[in-house]
């Protein structure tokens, strides 16, 4: 039952990503963008590169490019070091896969961890007990009733 709620979640956002991508706002690619200058995000940077930087990327947004067009213009003239994000290649994809490997690890030991602590709690239960003597049963019946008298 999560899952399709999540799954219909996912298909319900997935225009807004779509129309993001094709319409961005200039704060959409301010903190996805580097400064080359002092290395930090377009929205945190005031050097005169990121504010020419800025600059274009309101005149492509105003022309009518998508964020990944956007994108590629300025890796094209400021490299790849330029997106605040790592590739999708070589060494980089491990940035990627790791933080996935990690989810995965951790929702399985956790799984594991509760599945033994369930299973080893039915078993801990104690035995029912055994049945009294017939004797000792009636000394405390007797005992009970002179307790209530």
């Known amino acids: 039952m999560r899952i399709f709620a999540a799954l219909?979640?996912?298909?319900?956002?997935?225009?807004?990503?779509?129309a993001s991508?094709?319409?961005?706002?200039?704060?959409?690619?301010?903190?996805?963008?580097?400064?080359?200058?002092?290395h930090t995000t377009l929205d945190q940077s005031s050097s005169p590169i990121a504010t020419r930087m800025k600059a274009f990327i309101a005149a492509r947004i105003r022309a009518g490019d998508t964020k990944g067009e956007i994108e590629q213009k300025l890796v094209a003239q400021f490299g790849p070091e330029v997106l605040a994000r790592?590739?999708?290649h070589g060494l980089d994809l491990a940035a990627w896969l790791l933080p996935l490997g990690v989810l995965v690890v951790g929702a399985a030991?956790?799984?594991?961890?509760?599945?033994?602590?369930?299973?080893?709690?039915?078993?801990?239960a104690p035995p029912s007990p055994a049945p009294l003597d017939p004797e000792l049963e009636q000394r405390i019946d007797e005992e009970l009733a002179r307790f209530e008298a």
């Open 109 to 124: 030991g956790l799984g594991a961890a509760i599945w033994r602590w369930r299973g080893t709690t039915r078993a801990s």
């Open 8 to 18: 219909l979640m996912a298909l319900a956002l997935a225009p807004v990503a779509a």
């Open 21 to 38: 991508d094709r319409h961005p706002t200039l704060g959409d690619l301010e903190g996805e963008v580097i400064c080359p200058t002092c």
């Open 86 to 88: 790592p590739s999708k």
